[in-house]
């Protein structure tokens, strides 16, 4: 990896346990302006928390998140646990990460315009009427301008996830997270999302994603990370994984999930 | 059989007695309230200084009747002079200072458990989503957590509001002429116990109607997304409209 | 007098009076649970019935006695018991005015606004019942007789449990309204401790913290018992 182009996003020896379970045993990733990085593992692999910690969801016991050159303070708690330096810098820095949940966590009292117009207008502090246009643009992108009245309990998964996409766009972020954004979805649902994925990518987006959908993995993203066990077991471009199958767990991994292409 | 003349006289009598009764309500209600998201606050705190106290008044207000309560402030405080002495006399010397004051507190203890359970119903995964969007704490607690316990907390609130209503009839036992205390007066005058009873459980009966359509009117309000789909909009919510781009 | 020569178990303090008074309280609420239970179920019935008539009357006692101030109904049944009484006395060649125990009067009225909240816990934990055991039990042809015995009443204790510890709870702290009629419970033990010795601070805390120690035990009990109801269903998960 190039050392003088600076990363977007740069997580280097991420540690983190749950009580005696050792989930995440030194994680480093970075992501560069572009790049679609799939993250690929078993469940229980530890690439959900992965994701979480990246905008500090959950608190590494360990390691450095630096976002567009910026490093997040964190600072050791008497008991030696880590915490965040600054809740400022937390706030701040989360806003210029978009998150997108496995269950969409859309905002149930608010409707689909309100839920795209609440983080730009609320952290971001911008003039409504601004917003409300930005918010529109978007929810056209995502094919859900007609539903912006609508609340969430009215839309299906799929509308659902999408709007969740418009709201994490809204924040206009560096890096796009995906916690397996399909994962919840009926599987005829999980092609709309996953169209939008690619309409995203296609447009240069910075994106993690964290996803079952080998199709995604092999003909979206220009990076594959596989992870097992809470290490990094391999990575490399698609073609370097899924053709040259470098570890045996891999191997393992790709044939045990048949392989589905919603494209 | 049923003597019409002196129904509506009780019921004028009685009617006299409403604003007692109401202000009583209102203030308590309002009084309790605050009083109560202060203690909800201490309770949900992680730091066992401000939480095991708000345990305690939750324990001490919801364990012991009412009754008691009151007549511990009317009867119980006076008899300290330093009490007597003190600015809070203002309020504590008046029969109706001391029901509002042990209403409100009685109530609160009630009302924290219920914002409680309604804090506590919050999807955690609204309140990440919040996080993730760079929220800071106190624009969480007040776009997402702050309505969406409301809410839910509603329909608890009002059941609340209809006992507090009920509980302001023991203030007639420390001499304040509400409704109940005014119908026990001509009850004991004339001993028509039947039609004092029919006129006051009337006024009572009217008075948590209101109180419950109220309530239900503002969880109404407060609910659209739990109603149906808007009007004018296209209809099923089916992936028919795909991605434009 | 000192604190604890006041509330002393001796002739001169107040222990015995205050201890005597408790029991009369828990048997006071006791009885209510019971008339509550009896009168409860028969109104948890009306609200499921099929007629439309007894739904209505079963709504329509839900709605009178959680409207009606409690203190109300009390003196409903206190004065109105008393004017019943003296004209069947009256009736029956008597004459003065009668007065009607306190107790009787207490434990009806405590009960009765016990049976409307016990209702919608009965009402509830049939519900809870019939969704999936009771369709059960009808499944494999249980006649109605074996249906209620096997089924409904030992379930119905598990889904009721929760709810009644707090009508209990309920009944335990109205009962020290029936101090109005003249019972001599905590309440008004503690009055008249607090008016003879003018010590009222004193005398309404001891008072409340009996009150304490009554619905916190009760409590107890009550916890305990749904353990133990959870425990025996876990034991016979097989019960047809």
Redesign the interface.
């Known amino acids: 990896m190039s050392t003088h182009v600076q990363a977007a996003l740069s997580v280097a020896n991420i540690h983190k346990a749950f009580g005696a379970a050792q989930v995440l045993k030194g994680i480093s990733l970075d992501a560069h302006k572009g790049d679609v990085i799939s993250i690929l593992g078993a469940s229980g692999s530890g690439k959900s928390t992965f994701l979480r910690c990246i905008?500090l969801?959950e608190t590494p016991d360990e390691g450095r998140i630096v976002l567009d050159g910026e490093t997040i303070e964190m600072k050791r708690h008497r008991d030696g646990r880590l915490l965040p330096g600054s809740?400022r810098q937390v706030?701040?820095?989360?806003?210029?990460?978009?998150?997108v949940?496995q269950?969409?966590?859309?905002?149930?009292?608010?409707?689909v315009l309100q839920n795209v117009i609440?983080?730009p207008m609320?952290?971001l502090k911008r003039a409504r009427a601004e917003c409300v246009e930005e918010a529109e643009h978007l929810l056209?992108?995502?094919?859900?301008y007609?539903?912006r009245?609508?609340?969430?309990?009215?839309?299906?998964g799929?509308?659902q996830q999408?709007v969740?996409i418009a709201?994490?766009l809204a924040?206009n972020p560096q890096v796009m997270l995906f916690d397996e954004p399909t994962s919840a979805l009926d599987p005829?649902?999980v092609?709309?999302v996953l169209?939008?994925m690619r309409?995203l990518a296609e447009e240069g987006r910075t994106m993690l994603v964290v996803t079952h959908e080998m199709g995604f993995a092999r003909h979206v993203s220009n990076r594959v990370v596989f992870m097992q066990g809470g290490q990094i077991d391999c990575e490399g471009t698609p073609s370097e994984l899924f053709e040259g199958l470098p570890t045996e767990r891999f191997r393992q991994f790709v044939s045990s999930h048949q392989q589905r292409n919603h494209e | 059989m049923i003597d019409f003349a002196f129904m509506s006289d009780t019921l004028l009598k009685l009617l006299g007695a409403l604003p007692t009764t109401l202000t009583l309500f209102f203030s308590s209600l309002a009084l309790g309230l605050l009083l109560a998201l202060v203690v909800v606050a201490m309770r949900v705190s992680r730091w066992p200084l401000l939480s095991y106290p708000a345990r305690f008044y939750i324990?001490?207000f919801r364990?012991?009747?009412?009754?008691?309560?009151m007549?511990?402030i009317y009867?119980?405080?006076?008899?300290?002079p330093a009490v007597r002495h003190s600015v809070l006399w203002v309020v504590l010397k008046s029969p109706y200072g001391c029901a509002v004051i042990s209403l409100a507190l009685c109530t609160a203890g009630y009302t924290a458990e219920i914002i409680r359970g309604g804090l506590q119903s919050v999807?955690r995964?609204?309140i990440?989503?919040?996080?993730?969007?760079?929220?800071?704490?106190w624009?969480l607690l007040w776009?997402?957590i702050g309505?969406?316990t409301l809410?839910q907390a509603l329909p608890a609130y009002s059941t609340e509001a209809?006992l507090l209503?009920?509980?302001?009839?023991?203030a007639?036992?420390v001499t304040v002429w509400d409704v109940?205390g005014v119908?026990?007066q001509i009850?004991?005058r004339t001993?028509r116990?039947?039609e004092v009873?029919i006129c006051?459980?009337l006024i009572?009966?009217v008075l948590?109607?209101l109180v419950v359509r109220a309530v239900a009117w503002v969880e109404h309000r407060?609910?659209?997304?739990?109603r149906e789909?808007?009007l004018g909009?296209?209809g099923k919510?089916?992936?028919e409209?795909?991605?434009?781009? | 007098m000192t604190l604890l020569q006041m509330l002393s178990f001796a002739d001169t303090g107040w222990g015995m009076a205050l201890l005597k008074a408790a029991l009369m309280t828990l048997l006071l609420t006791l009885a209510a649970l019971l008339i509550g239970a009896l009168v409860g179920s028969v109104i948890a019935a009306a609200k499921l019935s099929r007629r439309r008539v007894w739904r209505w009357l079963g709504d329509a006692y839900s709605?009178?006695f959680?409207?009606?101030?409690?203190?109300?109904l009390i003196?409903?049944f206190y004065?109105?018991g008393a004017?019943v009484v003296s004209a069947a006395h009256h009736w029956l060649g008597g004459d003065g005015y009668v007065d009607v125990p306190p107790f009787l009067v207490g434990a009806i009225a405590v009960g009765l606004i016990s049976a409307s909240y016990q209702a919608e816990v009965y009402r509830g934990a049939f519900i809870a019942v019939a969704k999936g055991e009771l369709e059960a039990a009808l499944a494999i042809g249980m006649g109605r007789a074996m249906r209620i015995r096997r089924v409904l009443m030992p379930q119905i204790w598990r889904y009721a449990l929760p709810g009644l510890g707090n009508v209990w709870?309920m009944s335990?702290?109205?009962?020290?309204?029936i101090?109005?009629i003249g019972l001599v419970e905590l309440?008004r033990a503690?009055?008249v401790a607090?008016g003879s010795t003018?010590?009222?601070?004193t005398f309404?805390?001891v008072?409340?913290a009996c009150?304490?120690i009554l619905?916190?035990l009760s409590g107890r009990v009550f916890n305990f018992a749904e353990a133990r109801v959870q425990r025996t269903q876990r034991r016979n998960p097989a019960q047809s």
């Open positions: 905008n969801l809740n706030e701040a820095m989360r806003s210029k990460l978009g998150m949940f269950s969409f966590n859309l905002w149930s009292h608010m409707t609440e983080g609320r952290v056209h992108k995502v094919g859900l007609d539903h009245d609508y609340y969430p309990a009215h839309l299906s799929g509308q999408r969740a709201r994490a924040m005829e649902l092609g709309e169209r939008v309409a | 324990m001490l364990g012991t009747p009412l009754l008691i309560q007549f511990l009867y119980g405080l006076g008899q300290f999807p995964g609204q990440e989503a919040g996080q993730a969007v760079g929220m800071s704490r624009t776009r997402v309505p969406i809410r209809v209503v009920k509980s302001t009839a023991l007639s036992l109940t119908a026990q009850i004991q001993y116990t039947m009873f006051a459980a009572y009966l948590n109607f407060l609910s659209p997304h739990l789909r808007p909009a296209p919510p089916t992936p409209t795909a991605p434009h781009s | 709605i009178l959680r409207g009606i101030p409690e203190l109300l003196y409903l004065f109105g004017s709870q335990l702290k109205d009962s020290a309204l101090s109005v309440m503690s009055q607090a003018h010590q009222y601070f309404y805390i008072g409340g009150y304490l619905t916190g």
